[in-house]
């Protein structure tokens, strides 16, 4: 195996998987730029994004004390795109209170890997930096990798393929080869075994994509026909339910309405009962004051 950096092979994996890596960083600026125009952060999560920023910083850092330069270049390019991607995602959040958490987080997460860094650099010995380095940046990484395989149960019970692509999958892979037979030619089995992880990761994220695929045309057909009944019975209960309560309020309606009629007509017979009482009163005031004025004119 070749161990001088500047060998072929050494330059051209490390060539290929800066490549690989910018186009897996660079395939997050439609997303962001969409939510620059849009001013609207929707559902999108941007921890997995502050988590990027950390991993990416411990390789540089790696890189940096044990005098692997291939290592700094991609990993300083996506520290900061993925920086700048968090930027663009507070500017056009409007929750305060989930900026302050992602800000915290980020502070916080930060905090940590540089007091480590700092800590194993100036306070370990020389000869167990690299594995104390090795150790923590090849968790960080392998965890990256792994982590959309942990959705798989949740993405099988929805029967959907969540935010799987396929063309970040196979970067995914060309990526974690080129770096892997990187750490390979270099004898570094923390660059090594890290990055072929990635290679598996994305395998395995395709053969999910495709079993997804065949499950949702066997399964999931029975499912959407009960959902579309569960739908179209809940849709009629709901038109039977404003069906009776509209023909309630018309009832309603009619009954007040026959109310209205009865208590016109009974004030109207109140009124007549009362005109037909002043006119009698009026009658008989007048037979009184014709028998008094013939009274008067008989004496």
């Known amino acids: 195996m070749a161990s001088d950096p500047n060998s072929p092979e050494i330059l051209t994996t490390q060539i290929l998987g800066n490549v690989f890596i910018a186009c897996i960083v660079l395939s997050n600026v439609p997303y962001f730029y969409k ?8 559902k999108f999560n941007i921890f997995p994004f502050v ?11 790696y890189g940096t004390i044990c005098d692997i330069q291939g290592l700094v270049p991609v990993n300083a390019f996506g520290m900061l795109f993925n920086l700048a991607f968090i930027l663009i995602y507070m500017g ?7 900026k302050r958490r992602i800000m915290l987080s980020l502070m916080i997460f930060m905090s940590i890997l540089v007091s ?22 090849s968790i960080l990484l392998v965890a990256f990798y792994l982590s959309p395989i942990l959705k798989f149960p949740h993405m099988f019970k929805k029967r959907t393929t969540g935010n799987l692509s396929l063309p970040l999958s196979i970067a995914s892979i060309f990526a974690g080869v080129a770096f ?25 994220q395709i053969l999910f994509f495709f079993f997804m695929k065949i499950v949702k045309r ?12 569960n739908s179209t019975n809940k849709k009629d209960i709901e038109e039977a339910v404003e ?3 509209n023909n309630n309020n018309n009832n309603n309606n009619n009954n007040n309405n026959n109310n209205n009629n009865n208590n016109n007509n009974n004030n109207n017979n109140n009124n007549n009962n009362n005109n037909n009482n002043n006119n009698t009163e009026i009658s008989q ?10 009274n008067t004119r008989g004496e």
């Not at 480590?116 to 940046?137: E, H, M, N």
Request: charged share 20%; glycine share 8%; aromatic share 12%.
């Open 92 to 98: 056009a959040c409007t929750d305060i209170t989930k």
């Open 243 to 245: 069906y009776n309560n």
């Open 116 to 137: 480590f860094v700092l800590i194993v650099y100036f306070r370990a010995p020389k000869d167990l930096q690299r594995s104390i380095l090795g150790w923590l940046t």
């Open 35 to 42: 939510i620059e125009k849009s001013r609207d952060v929707g």
């Open 180 to 204: 892997g037979l990187y750490g390979v030619f270099l004898e570094d089995n923390f660059v090594l075994v890290s990055n072929f992880s990635g290679t598996f990761s994305g395998i395995i």
């Open 285 to 294: 005031n007048k037979n009184q004051e014709s028998e008094t004025e013939l």
């Open 51 to 61: 988590f990027m920023i950390g991993q990416a910083m411990m390789w540089v850092a």
């Open 218 to 229: 066997i399964s999931p057909l029975k499912n959407d026909h009960q959902t579309n009944n």
